[in-house]
């Protein structure tokens, strides 16, 4: 598992929701700051997060947690980008992956 693929899988969600720092975390019940150091691995989250997070966006524990590619609904559409590509690479590769993805449904 990635060191900090539960950081990334709530910035994706997050971002792919169109969802302010601010508005998910008045959603669920934290705060910015702590919602901030989620995202960028500075904190683990606890039990309670992960569930309120789980539940907001429909997906799984496991998936939060970077355990699983499945969604609650059963689909992939999450990856795993290593830390040791450039932003711009990043960026392409997360291009490409979003339109293969997209062009099959």
Do not use: C, W
Not at 9 to 20: K, M, Q, T
Not at 29 to 41: C, F, H, K, P, Y
Not at 47 to 57: G, K
Not at 90 to 98: C, I, M, P
């Amino acid at each position: 598992m990635q060191s900090n693929s539960f950081g990334r899988v709530l910035n994706y969600l997050r971002e792919s929701n169109f969802i302010s720092k601010t508005k998910l975390a008045k959603e669920i019940n934290v705060s910015r700051q702590l919602l901030a150091t989620l995202e960028s691995g500075h904190s683990v989250p606890n039990a309670e997060h992960l569930l309120a997070l789980a539940n907001f966006f429909n997906v799984s524990i496991d998936y939060l947690l970077g355990r699983s590619s499945d969604n609650a609904n059963g689909t992939k559409t999450h990856i795993i980008i290593p830390d040791e590509l450039t932003g711009e690479e990043r960026k392409l590769v997360e291009d490409y992956a979003y339109f293969i993805l997209n062009r099959r449904e």
